[in-house]
Protein backbone atom coordinates (compact mmCIF):
# COMPACT_ATOMS: atom_id res chain seq x y z
CA UNK A 1 0.00 0.00 0.00
CA UNK A 2 3.08 2.72 0.98
CA UNK A 3 4.19 2.12 -2.42
CA UNK A 4 0.69 2.53 -4.44
CA UNK A 5 0.76 5.61 -2.24
CA UNK A 6 3.98 6.97 -3.29
CA UNK A 7 4.22 6.21 -6.74
CA UNK A 8 0.81 8.33 -7.44
CA UNK A 9 2.14 10.84 -5.52
CA UNK A 10 5.08 10.98 -7.71
CA UNK A 11 2.79 10.76 -10.85
CA UNK A 12 1.12 13.59 -9.16
CA UNK A 13 3.94 15.77 -9.00
CA UNK A 14 5.16 15.09 -12.79
CA UNK A 15 1.87 15.57 -13.53
CA UNK A 16 2.17 19.45 -12.52
CA UNK A 17 5.75 19.95 -13.76
CA UNK A 18 4.22 19.13 -16.53
CA UNK A 19 1.21 21.32 -17.09
CA UNK A 20 1.92 23.76 -14.33
CA UNK A 21 -2.18 23.02 -13.32
CA UNK A 22 -4.44 21.39 -11.13
CA UNK A 23 -7.77 20.70 -11.16
CA UNK A 24 -9.51 19.69 -7.87
CA UNK A 25 -13.20 18.43 -9.08
CA UNK A 26 -12.78 18.95 -12.70
CA UNK A 27 -10.33 17.47 -15.32
CA UNK A 28 -10.15 20.55 -17.44
CA UNK A 29 -8.32 23.22 -15.07
CA UNK A 30 -8.60 26.90 -16.60
CA UNK A 31 -5.43 27.64 -13.51
CA UNK A 32 -2.67 27.28 -11.74
CA UNK A 33 -5.19 25.70 -9.20
CA UNK A 34 -9.04 25.44 -10.30
CA UNK A 35 -11.15 24.25 -7.30
CA UNK A 36 -14.92 22.98 -8.17
CA UNK A 37 -16.27 22.72 -4.84
CA UNK A 38 -16.64 23.83 -1.48
CA UNK A 39 -13.15 24.58 0.26
CA UNK A 40 -12.32 24.17 3.79
CA UNK A 41 -9.22 26.81 4.85
CA UNK A 42 -8.03 25.33 8.19
CA UNK A 43 -5.45 27.92 9.11
CA UNK A 44 -4.16 31.09 7.83
CA UNK A 45 -4.80 32.63 3.91
CA UNK A 46 -1.11 34.31 3.10
CA UNK A 47 -0.59 36.26 0.12
CA UNK A 48 1.58 38.23 -1.60
CA UNK A 49 4.83 35.68 -1.19
CA UNK A 50 7.52 34.42 -3.20
CA UNK A 51 9.74 31.57 -3.66
CA UNK A 52 12.01 32.52 -0.77
CA UNK A 53 9.58 34.81 1.36
CA UNK A 54 6.54 33.46 3.14
CA UNK A 55 3.26 35.63 2.29
CA UNK A 56 1.14 38.04 4.50
CA UNK A 57 -1.45 36.24 6.61
CA UNK A 58 -3.09 40.04 7.25
CA UNK A 59 -4.57 41.24 10.53
CA UNK A 60 -7.73 40.58 13.07
CA UNK A 61 -10.55 41.93 10.97
CA UNK A 62 -8.60 42.71 7.71
CA UNK A 63 -10.55 41.56 4.91
CA UNK A 64 -9.25 40.72 1.30
CA UNK A 65 -9.50 42.97 -1.67
CA UNK A 66 -8.65 42.65 -5.03
CA UNK A 67 -5.90 45.12 -6.81
CA UNK A 68 -6.65 43.53 -10.43
CA UNK A 69 -5.34 41.49 -13.41
CA UNK A 70 -2.02 40.17 -12.85
CA UNK A 71 -1.89 42.00 -9.30
CA UNK A 72 -1.66 40.17 -5.95
CA UNK A 73 -4.48 40.50 -3.66
CA UNK A 74 -3.92 42.86 -0.18
CA UNK A 75 -5.17 42.78 3.17
CA UNK A 76 -7.42 45.99 4.13
CA UNK A 77 -8.91 47.11 7.24
CA UNK A 78 -12.42 48.55 6.59
CA UNK A 79 -13.77 51.20 8.80
CA UNK A 80 -17.61 49.90 8.26
CA UNK A 81 -19.59 49.45 11.40
CA UNK A 82 -22.01 45.97 10.97
CA UNK A 83 -25.64 46.96 11.57
CA UNK A 84 -28.07 44.18 13.36
CA UNK A 85 -31.18 43.58 11.80
CA UNK A 86 -34.07 45.76 13.75
CA UNK A 87 -31.21 49.14 13.80
CA UNK A 88 -31.52 51.84 11.54
CA UNK A 89 -29.00 53.32 9.04
CA UNK A 90 -28.95 57.08 6.89
CA UNK A 91 -29.20 55.51 3.33
CA UNK A 92 -30.07 59.66 2.21
CA UNK A 93 -30.11 62.57 2.40
CA UNK A 94 -31.55 65.88 0.52
CA UNK A 95 -30.60 69.51 1.28
CA UNK A 96 -32.11 72.52 -0.10
CA UNK A 97 -32.16 76.10 0.69
CA UNK A 98 -34.17 79.30 -0.05
CA UNK A 99 -33.73 83.33 0.18
CA UNK A 100 -37.16 83.86 -1.78
CA UNK A 101 -38.65 83.67 1.99
CA UNK A 102 -41.90 85.07 2.56
CA UNK A 103 -42.97 88.74 2.46
CA UNK A 104 -46.75 88.39 2.52
CA UNK A 105 -47.16 88.52 6.39
CA UNK A 106 -46.59 92.10 6.53
CA UNK A 107 -48.83 95.22 8.16
CA UNK A 108 -51.20 94.70 5.22
CA UNK A 109 -51.76 91.39 6.10
CA UNK A 110 -53.42 90.25 9.65
CA UNK A 111 -52.17 87.35 11.59
CA UNK A 112 -55.21 84.25 12.06
CA UNK A 113 -55.06 84.29 15.42
CA UNK A 114 -55.12 80.29 15.55
CA UNK A 115 -52.59 79.16 18.65
CA UNK A 116 -53.11 75.57 18.18
CA UNK A 117 -52.35 73.18 15.79
CA UNK A 118 -52.22 69.33 15.60
CA UNK A 119 -50.90 66.15 13.52
CA UNK A 120 -52.33 65.76 10.26
CA UNK A 121 -53.97 69.50 9.78
CA UNK A 122 -54.40 70.61 6.15
CA UNK A 123 -52.05 73.08 4.83
CA UNK A 124 -55.50 74.48 2.83
CA UNK A 125 -57.66 74.08 5.97
CA UNK A 126 -58.17 77.70 6.79
CA UNK A 127 -59.35 77.27 10.29
CA UNK A 128 -56.14 75.60 11.27
CA UNK A 129 -54.25 78.84 10.08
CA UNK A 130 -53.15 80.74 7.34
CA UNK A 131 -50.25 78.81 6.23
CA UNK A 132 -47.55 79.90 3.48
CA UNK A 133 -45.42 78.19 1.88
CA UNK A 134 -41.71 78.58 1.28
CA UNK A 135 -41.17 77.31 -2.03
CA UNK A 136 -38.00 76.82 -2.24
CA UNK A 137 -37.52 74.30 0.01
CA UNK A 138 -40.04 71.28 -1.98
CA UNK A 139 -38.47 68.10 -1.81
CA UNK A 140 -39.74 64.89 -3.65
CA UNK A 141 -38.67 61.51 -3.21
CA UNK A 142 -39.83 57.92 -2.49
CA UNK A 143 -40.29 55.62 1.10
CA UNK A 144 -39.40 51.92 0.48
CA UNK A 145 -40.58 50.86 3.79
CA UNK A 146 -43.31 52.28 6.37
CA UNK A 147 -40.80 51.40 9.44
CA UNK A 148 -38.62 54.43 8.05
CA UNK A 149 -37.92 57.21 9.41
CA UNK A 150 -37.76 61.13 8.49
CA UNK A 151 -35.51 63.66 10.13
CA UNK A 152 -36.33 67.47 9.45
CA UNK A 153 -33.71 70.21 10.41
CA UNK A 154 -34.93 73.37 9.34
CA UNK A 155 -33.81 76.91 9.99
CA UNK A 156 -34.74 80.36 8.59
CA UNK A 157 -34.44 83.73 10.33
CA UNK A 158 -37.14 86.35 10.86
CA UNK A 159 -37.30 90.14 10.75
CA UNK A 160 -39.75 92.77 12.05
CA UNK A 161 -39.58 96.44 12.05
CA UNK A 162 -41.86 97.70 14.66
CA UNK A 163 -43.60 101.25 13.23
CA UNK A 164 -42.09 102.85 16.04
CA UNK A 165 -38.52 102.06 16.74
CA UNK A 166 -38.41 103.12 20.27
CA UNK A 167 -41.97 101.28 21.53
CA UNK A 168 -42.00 97.70 22.61
CA UNK A 169 -43.29 95.23 19.73
CA UNK A 170 -43.78 91.65 19.32
CA UNK A 171 -45.16 89.18 16.61
CA UNK A 172 -45.95 85.25 17.32
CA UNK A 173 -45.58 83.44 14.52
CA UNK A 174 -45.12 79.19 13.99
CA UNK A 175 -43.52 76.95 11.58
CA UNK A 176 -44.46 73.82 10.32
CA UNK A 177 -43.77 71.21 8.13
CA UNK A 178 -45.97 69.36 5.68
CA UNK A 179 -45.64 65.52 3.88
CA UNK A 180 -48.56 65.09 0.93
CA UNK A 181 -49.71 68.37 2.57
CA UNK A 182 -50.76 67.12 6.12
CA UNK A 183 -48.72 68.70 9.14
CA UNK A 184 -46.12 66.35 10.63
CA UNK A 185 -44.16 68.81 12.56
CA UNK A 186 -44.47 72.43 14.10
CA UNK A 187 -42.73 74.91 16.50
CA UNK A 188 -44.74 78.60 17.53
CA UNK A 189 -42.16 81.07 18.43
CA UNK A 190 -41.86 84.74 18.58
CA UNK A 191 -39.37 87.97 17.82
CA UNK A 192 -40.10 91.35 19.77
CA UNK A 193 -37.97 93.77 20.51
CA UNK A 194 -37.83 96.85 23.27
CA UNK A 195 -36.03 99.39 21.72
CA UNK A 196 -34.63 98.93 18.81
CA UNK A 197 -33.89 102.45 17.65
CA UNK A 198 -30.04 101.78 17.50
CA UNK A 199 -31.16 99.32 14.19
CA UNK A 200 -34.01 101.32 13.24
CA UNK A 201 -36.24 99.39 14.28
CA UNK A 202 -35.00 96.36 12.46
CA UNK A 203 -35.09 93.24 15.00
CA UNK A 204 -33.68 89.81 13.72
CA UNK A 205 -34.33 86.20 14.98
CA UNK A 206 -33.01 83.19 13.85
CA UNK A 207 -35.90 79.94 14.02
CA UNK A 208 -34.96 75.97 14.12
CA UNK A 209 -37.22 73.20 13.81
CA UNK A 210 -35.96 69.87 14.20
CA UNK A 211 -37.91 66.82 14.29
CA UNK A 212 -38.24 62.51 13.62
CA UNK A 213 -41.21 61.25 12.25
CA UNK A 214 -41.41 57.85 12.57
CA UNK A 215 -42.98 55.05 10.90
CA UNK A 216 -43.57 57.15 7.80
CA UNK A 217 -45.70 55.07 4.68
CA UNK A 218 -44.06 53.82 1.86
CA UNK A 219 -44.46 55.59 -1.18
CA UNK A 220 -43.65 58.88 -3.08
CA UNK A 221 -43.42 62.01 -0.55
CA UNK A 222 -43.87 65.56 -1.23
CA UNK A 223 -42.34 67.45 2.12
CA UNK A 224 -42.56 70.99 2.13
CA UNK A 225 -42.12 74.06 5.01
CA UNK A 226 -44.62 76.67 5.24
CA UNK A 227 -44.80 79.24 8.22
CA UNK A 228 -47.79 81.63 9.38
CA UNK A 229 -48.17 84.85 11.64
CA UNK A 230 -50.37 84.12 14.78
CA UNK A 231 -50.45 87.29 16.56
CA UNK A 232 -48.82 90.68 16.29
CA UNK A 233 -49.00 93.43 19.30
CA UNK A 234 -48.66 96.38 16.25
CA UNK A 235 -50.58 95.98 13.42
CA UNK A 236 -48.78 98.10 11.29
CA UNK A 237 -45.33 95.80 12.41
CA UNK A 238 -43.80 94.63 9.55
CA UNK A 239 -42.63 90.97 9.46
CA UNK A 240 -40.43 88.46 6.94
CA UNK A 241 -39.48 84.79 7.09
CA UNK A 242 -36.30 83.84 5.20
CA UNK A 243 -35.96 87.15 3.31
CA UNK A 244 -34.99 90.65 4.81
CA UNK A 245 -37.65 93.32 4.66
CA UNK A 246 -35.56 95.80 3.03
CA UNK A 247 -32.73 95.76 1.18
CA UNK A 248 -31.81 99.27 1.72
CA UNK A 249 -30.76 99.08 5.67
CA UNK A 250 -27.51 97.80 6.41
CA UNK A 251 -28.68 95.12 8.93
CA UNK A 252 -29.42 92.17 7.11
CA UNK A 253 -29.87 90.51 3.67
CA UNK A 254 -31.28 87.86 1.83
CA UNK A 255 -28.33 85.67 2.14
CA UNK A 256 -27.96 86.04 6.33
CA UNK A 257 -31.73 84.69 6.91
CA UNK A 258 -32.04 82.72 4.10
CA UNK A 259 -33.88 79.06 4.70
CA UNK A 260 -31.89 75.89 5.18
CA UNK A 261 -33.79 72.40 4.61
CA UNK A 262 -32.50 69.12 5.93
CA UNK A 263 -34.45 65.80 5.11
CA UNK A 264 -32.80 62.32 6.23
CA UNK A 265 -34.17 59.00 5.45
CA UNK A 266 -33.10 56.71 8.25
CA UNK A 267 -33.71 53.35 7.38
CA UNK A 268 -35.00 50.46 9.36
CA UNK A 269 -32.14 47.24 8.59
CA UNK A 270 -33.77 43.97 7.59
CA UNK A 271 -32.54 40.57 6.04
CA UNK A 272 -34.81 38.91 5.44
Known amino acids: MKKTVYCCVAGLLTSIQAYAQVGVGTSTPNSILDVNGKTTLRK ?3 VGGTSSQVGNAGLNGQVLVSQGQNLPPVWKSLNVSFIEEGQYKLVNSYLSSDQAGITNLSSSNAADGIYKNNIGDDITDLTKGRWVKISGLKNVFTVKD ?3 KLTYQFQTGAEMKAPTATEPQNINFACGVFRNNKLVAVRPDKISSTDSSGKGGFQDYIF ?8 VPAGEQTVEVACRKISSSNSGSQ ?3 GKNISNSNNISN ?3 LESMMKIDIIEYVSYN
Not at 208 to 215: A, I
Open 208 to 215: TLNYTEQN
Open 239 to 241: FTI
Open 254 to 256: AFT
Open 44 to 46: ELR
Open 146 to 148: SRN
